[in-house]
């Protein structure tokens, strides 16, 4: 929870990882470089006191993770995006059943992504229909680029992959988080192409589409796509770390994000580990659009809308109820030692 | 200068202008400016005709295609310097370096050397960003005119030839009317070499905007192709922004000269 002039703002973290990329779980050479890219993102963004050591960000453990979000870092729910990679990571990078350790300790906490793959065909499908019966699955994270036995990734209009679309929708699953974004070695640049989401996205009027890390670096294709599809929404992590290095930059993506979707598909993500949502939201809270860019576009970022990309929209996308689940979030765990500390 | 962070080295009496002006033009595709002032480039060496060159993009994991791209224009425009029969392109810390330079030496087309990375053509990609940099070039005239008072009907009605340099100025003389500054120079030069490059008309009657097809922008089109090219632009923008940030942990040194 975040407080504004004593005013309550529920947060929603729309992106979260629990990895483990230690030495042990590599499984070649891309093991190690996965990780040392991210290890740029995360220590070129954040103030220096957020950086940490390699060895800590290689695997930082549960604890770690619910002291950063919901003690330091202001966020009531995160959004657990499931992550594979078996390629490059011998038990997987960060698969829902290392995600499922930490929700189900923490229930209410987090929302549980699994995911698909569309090139596992037939036998995927009910390997799929199992990990969303025995798992408590609340949406879905995509990852196109990713490898899988020569292929160098998928896009979401390929045949199965609507099969598997349609399998979501049949299972009762709406929310399909998609990266899509800047190019992380070793994966193939043109996995991340936004355009299929177009087509998915007519097709599939019932689910929704979030597109993490904005298309960036197609900001453009990004901003036309969700303008076209009401089912399109933007997950803001990456976009976020530019606040505290190049304000002036972050202004006008907000700017651009506010002037095509409006302020109803906006949707807060830090991608943890690689930044932290504390940094993250007390910059972003502090920020106003500069008055140029409030003319040039004719949008604002006020008080209210901020409100809506921190929780408000997550929570409707999701069906939260925001002050029961509040209510239930002051009863668990982390709830309670809040209360204490405070 | 040109040779500012190139380290070269010439045979006695050796003239490297002209490499180093072969060299200005060639881009990165994706951040849409010259490798030399990108710092790219740090050093080339000549002996018996034949150069030898290092390049250091900004990360070591920068994209094959766009790595292969440079490198081959590099390889390309220096064989066009006279007295120049070799060419040899070094990748200085990146993944793919060998296979890259071993491809780009020979002359390798990418799709040959790369089957697996599923890019397709590169001419198109290259379009791609030539078209992206125009729309980017030519937002950034469009908000100078827009910034100097010029409504969409003056706009519309400007001709290339209206639009002139004064210094490091740049400035909008039409018949009957008093001349208007409108921002730098540079900006003008650099939409309007776009232009050339793209086989648009630049001849002074020509309309000064027009779209990626070359045509006329129309009065009432203007605003709604201004709001697209603003996202192409920021876009761009911060594409650029993030490489040359992760420059600064990357390669502590380049991040100087770049930022």
Same mark, same amino acid.
């Not at chain 1, 290890?39 to 954040?46: E, K, N, R």
């Not at chain 1, 229909?129 to 949406?139: F, S």
């Not at chain 1, 904005?214 to 606040?243: H, K």
């Given at each position: 929870?975040?407080?504004? /002039?004593?005013?309550?703002?529920?947060?929603?973290?729309?992106?979260?990882?629990?990895?483990?990329?230690?030495?042990?779980?590599?499984?070649?050479?891309?093991?190690?470089?996965?990780?040392?890219?991210?290890?740029?993102? *995360?220590?070129?963004?954040?103030?220096?006191?957020?950086?940490?050591?390699?060895?800590?960000?290689?695997?930082?453990?549960?604890?770690?993770?619910?002291?950063?979000?919901?003690?330091?870092?202001?966020?009531?729910?995160?959004?657990?995006?499931?992550?594979?990679?078996?390629?490059?990571?011998?038990?997987?990078?960060?698969?829902?059943?290392?995600?499922?350790?930490?929700?189900?300790?923490?229930?209410?906490? #987090?929302?549980?992504?699994?995911?698909?793959?569309?090139?596992?065909?037939?036998?995927?499908?009910?390997?799929?229909? *199992?990990?969303?019966?025995?798992?408590?699955?609340?949406?879905?994270?995509?990852?196109?680029?990713?490898?899988?036995?020569? %292929? &160098?990734?998928?896009?979401?209009?390929?045949?199965?992959?609507?099969?598997?679309?349609?399998?979501?929708?049949?299972?009762?699953?709406?929310?399909?988080?998609? *990266?899509?974004?800047?190019?992380?070695?070793?994966?193939?640049?043109?996995?991340?192409?936004?355009?299929?989401?177009?087509?998915?996205?007519?097709?599939?009027?019932?689910?929704?589409?979030?597109?993490? /890390?904005?298309?960036?670096?197609?900001?453009?294709?990004? =901003?036309?796509?969700?303008?076209?599809?009401?089912?399109?929404?933007?997950?803001? %992590?990456?976009?976020?770390?530019?606040?505290?290095?190049?304000?002036?930059?972050?202004?006008?993506?907000? @700017?651009?994000?506010?002037?095509?979707?409006?302020?109803?598909?906006?949707?807060?993500?830090?991608?943890?580990?690689?930044?932290?949502?504390?940094?993250?939201?007390?910059?972003?809270?502090?920020?106003?659009?500069?008055?140029?860019?409030?003319?040039?576009?004719?949008?604002?970022?006020?008080?209210?809308?901020?409100?809506?990309?921190?929780?408000?929209?997550? @929570?409707?996308?999701?069906?939260?109820?925001?002050?029961?689940?509040?209510?239930?979030?002051?009863?668990?765990?982390?709830?309670?030692?809040?209360?204490?500390?405070? | 200068?040109?040779?500012?962070? !190139?380290?070269?080295?010439?045979?006695?009496?050796?003239?490297?202008?002209?490499?180093?002006?072969?060299?200005?033009?060639?881009?990165?595709?994706?951040?849409?400016?010259?490798?030399?002032?990108?710092?790219?480039?740090?050093?080339?060496?000549?002996?018996?005709? *034949?150069?030898?060159?290092?390049?250091?993009?900004?990360?070591?994991?920068?994209?094959?295609?766009? @790595?292969?791209?440079?490198?081959?224009?590099?390889?390309?425009?220096?064989?066009?310097?006279?007295?120049?029969?070799?060419?040899?392109?070094?990748?200085?810390?990146? #993944?793919?370096?060998?296979?890259?330079?071993?491809?780009?030496?020979?002359?390798?087309?990418?799709?040959?050397?790369?089957?697996?990375?599923?890019?397709?053509?590169?001419?198109?990609?290259?379009?791609?960003?030539?078209?992206?940099?125009?729309?980017?070039?030519?937002?950034?005239?469009?908000?100078?005119? &827009?910034? @100097?008072?010029?409504?969409?009907?003056?706009?519309?009605?400007?001709?290339?030839?209206?639009?002139?340099?004064?210094?490091?100025?740049?400035?909008?003389? &039409?018949?009957?009317?008093?001349?208007?500054?409108?921002?730098?120079?540079?900006?003008?030069?650099?939409?309007?070499?776009?232009?050339?490059?793209?086989?648009?008309? =630049?001849?002074?009657?020509?309309?000064?905007?027009?779209?990626?097809?070359?045509?006329?922008?129309?009065?009432?089109?203007?605003?709604?192709?201004?709001?697209?090219?603003?996202? !192409?632009?920021?876009?761009?923008?911060?594409?650029?922004?993030? =490489? &040359?940030?992760?420059?600064?942990?990357?390669?502590?040194?380049?991040?100087?000269?770049?930022?």
């Amino acid at each position: 929870m975040y407080t504004h /002039h004593g005013e309550d703002i529920f947060v929603i973290d729309g992106h979260t990882h629990l990895w483990d990329a230690s030495p042990a779980n590599w499984r070649n050479k891309y093991g190690e470089s996965w990780i040392k890219c991210f290890y740029t993102f *995360h220590s070129s963004l954040s103030p220096a006191e957020a950086v940490w050591p390699f060895e800590k960000f290689c695997q930082y453990g549960g604890e770690t993770l619910v002291d950063d979000l919901f003690c330091k870092g202001y966020v009531d729910m995160g959004i657990l995006n499931s992550t594979y990679l078996y390629e490059f990571y011998l038990n997987g990078f960060n698969s829902h059943i290392q995600n499922n350790a930490i929700k189900a300790q923490y229930p209410d906490r #987090f929302i549980l992504c699994g995911s698909f793959d569309p090139r596992a065909e037939e036998a995927g499908l009910d390997a799929f229909r *199992h990990m969303v019966e025995d798992y408590p699955i609340q949406g879905l994270k995509l990852y196109t680029a990713e490898w899988r036995d020569g %292929s &160098r990734g998928w896009r979401l209009n390929d045949p199965w992959a609507y099969k598997y679309l349609e399998l979501c929708q049949a299972l009762g699953l709406k929310n399909i988080h998609v *990266h899509k974004g800047p190019t992380v070695y070793p994966l193939s640049r043109d996995a991340f192409d936004v355009h299929d989401v177009d087509y998915a996205a007519t097709d599939f009027p019932d689910l929704n589409f979030i597109v993490e /890390h904005i298309g960036l670096p197609r900001l453009e294709d990004f =901003c036309w796509i969700a303008t076209q599809e009401s089912n399109v929404y933007a997950g803001l %992590s990456v976009a976020m770390a530019f606040s505290r290095l190049r304000p002036q930059y972050f202004a006008e993506i907000m @700017a651009n994000l506010l002037f095509w979707l409006g302020p109803d598909k906006l949707c807060f993500g830090s991608d943890y580990a690689i930044w932290s949502p504390q940094w993250l939201i007390e910059k972003f809270m502090a920020f106003e659009l500069p008055d140029e860019i409030k003319k040039e576009y004719g949008v604002d970022l006020t008080l209210e809308i901020k409100r809506k990309i921190l929780g408000e929209n997550a @929570a409707r996308l999701y069906g939260i109820d925001i002050a029961a689940q509040k209510a239930k979030l002051s009863q668990d765990g982390i709830g309670v030692k809040l209360a204490t500390v405070a | 200068m040109l040779y500012d962070g !190139v380290q070269c080295e010439f045979p006695p009496g050796y003239d490297g202008t002209g490499l180093l002006e072969r060299l200005q033009p060639i881009l990165d595709p994706e951040l849409d400016e010259s490798i030399l002032q990108l710092g790219f480039v740090q050093s080339l060496h000549v002996h018996d005709g *034949h150069v030898t060159i290092v390049v250091q993009l900004p990360t070591s994991w920068c994209a094959v295609n766009f @790595a292969y791209m440079m490198a081959d224009d590099i390889r390309r425009a220096l064989l066009t310097v006279e007295g120049i029969q070799h060419v040899t392109v070094r990748l200085h810390d990146h #993944f793919a370096a060998e296979a890259i330079e071993t491809a780009v030496n020979a002359g390798k087309p990418f799709a040959e050397a790369f089957p697996g990375e599923g890019c397709g053509s590169l001419t198109a990609l290259r379009m791609t960003f030539l078209h992206k940099g125009f729309t980017s070039r030519q937002e950034r005239l469009l908000r100078a005119l &827009r910034a @100097a008072g010029l409504v969409p009907e003056d706009i519309c009605a400007l001709r290339v030839g209206d639009v002139v340099l004064q210094g490091e100025a740049c400035v909008v003389q &039409r018949a009957g009317h008093a001349p208007i500054e409108v921002g730098a120079a540079e900006t003008l030069g650099r939409y309007l070499a776009r232009r050339a490059e793209l086989g648009f008309n =630049c001849a002074p009657t020509a309309p000064l905007m027009t779209d990626l097809r070359g045509h006329p922008l129309a009065v009432e089109r203007l605003e709604a192709y201004y709001q697209a090219a603003r996202t !192409v632009r920021v876009s761009l923008e911060a594409n650029s922004l993030f =490489c &040359r940030t992760l420059l600064t942990v990357c390669q502590p040194n380049t991040c100087e000269r770049v930022l």
